[in-house]
């Protein structure tokens, strides 16, 4: 197996600018745990731990959501069945319930 990309925090002076997708696919406290040998076709996968302790797996970055959900689809098939998509903005993550929400008018 690959060894995961280590991208503990996301750097936003070289993050790509605009909305990008990715299939998650695992988060774990302990990450050592994680074992993907199915999933080594798709590439390996990139890591981001977050400040509640929890190392999150994720797999691709797409410019279309229709192009994560086809990555998705493969993971799912493959045995990951919780796998999910998430997205970055601006180089902040972001969960696609909160792509949809309406902005407060001020």
């Not at 993907?36 to 509640?52: M, R, S, V």
């Not at 990951?80 to 180089?91: E, P, Q, Y």
């Amino acid at each position: 197996i690959d060894a995961p990309n280590n991208n503990t925090t996301p750097d936003k002076s070289t993050a790509e600018y605009g909305v990008f997708y990715k299939v998650q696919i695992g988060a774990y406290r302990y990450p050592k745990n994680f074992k993907y040998p199915q999933l080594k076709e798709f590439g390996p996968a990139e890591t981001l731990l977050l400040k509640d302790g929890i190392t999150r797996f994720t797999m691709g970055n797409f410019e279309t959501l229709a192009e994560a959900q086809q990555l998705q689809k493969k993971v799912i098939a493959k045995g990951i069945k919780d796998a999910w998509i998430t997205a970055t903005v601006n180089g902040e993550r972001k969960l696609l319930q909160e792509l949809n929400k309406p902005k407060a008018i001020n």
